[in-house]
């Protein structure tokens, strides 16, 4: 007999064991609560938040609205975040790889509320880091963003969701300030060039 999730349940079984059995199939692939763009997981803390490692995957998502600017075709198996600006700038990074989740060749795309697209990262390599550095927000408005990837199943997965609205040393006004002049070293490979942008 088929149930409302199109999966389908064996007669004969007990009741108890026929209904675990539908249940743990339908809740293998239940869709993520922000599959869709009218049910973005609001980010209330943008100082330097990040998510629990592997906090947030597109397991069982379905493709809606917009696409993020730099995938070809798409949206594919987009999932959907969003926030308020309180600054002029944000920061966006998905990463994925160990510890930090399963997704592959990761895309991330920012909007304006009503669907314009601002800026897009996509991966460089399988796994890995992407990020968005966007400083024109308009305080007090609402803005999306979304994770997605390829069309290809075998690249669905976890990741973590790290933002900021606070600018950092991409853009010369966010210039990191080195305090200790007195034979000062940072810590091995502290600082990188990895998703800069062209400014100054």
């Given at each position: ?16 064991f ?59 198996y987009?999932?959907?975040?969003k926030f ?19 997704m592959?060749?990761?895309?991330l795309?920012?909007?304006?509320d009503?669907?314009?697209a601002?800026?897009?990262?996509e ?16 305080l ?27 600018l ?17 070293c940072?810590?091995?490979a ?11």
């Amino acid at each position: 007999e088929m149930d409302r999730s199109g999966f389908v349940c064996i007669p004969g079984l007990s009741i108890f064991f026929a209904a675990f059995l539908c249940l743990t199939w339908t809740g293998a692939v239940a869709q993520p609560t922000n599959d869709n763009k009218d049910q973005a997981f609001e980010l209330e803390e943008l100082l330097n938040w990040c998510s629990k490692d592997a906090q947030f995957t597109n397991v069982g998502s379905s493709e809606d609205n917009e696409k993020a600017s730099c995938l070809e075709n798409g949206p594919n198996y987009n999932v959907w975040f969003k926030f308020r600006a309180s600054t002029e700038n944000i920061q966006i990074v998905v990463k994925a790889g160990g510890s930090k989740g399963t997704m592959k060749f990761s895309y991330l795309g920012l909007f304006e509320d009503g669907g314009r697209a601002l800026a897009c990262d996509e991966y460089k390599d399988e796994q890995g880091d992407i990020g968005i550095v966007y400083n024109n927000l308009n305080l007090g408005n609402w803005y999306y963003i979304s994770v997605d990837h390829p069309y290809n199943p075998k690249y669905i997965g976890s990741f973590t969701l790290c933002v900021t609205d606070e600018l950092g040393y991409d853009y010369r006004d966010g210039a990191a300030e080195l305090l200790n002049l007195s034979n000062w070293c940072s810590a091995n490979a502290a600082f990188t060039t990895k998703g800069a942008s062209p400014d100054g």
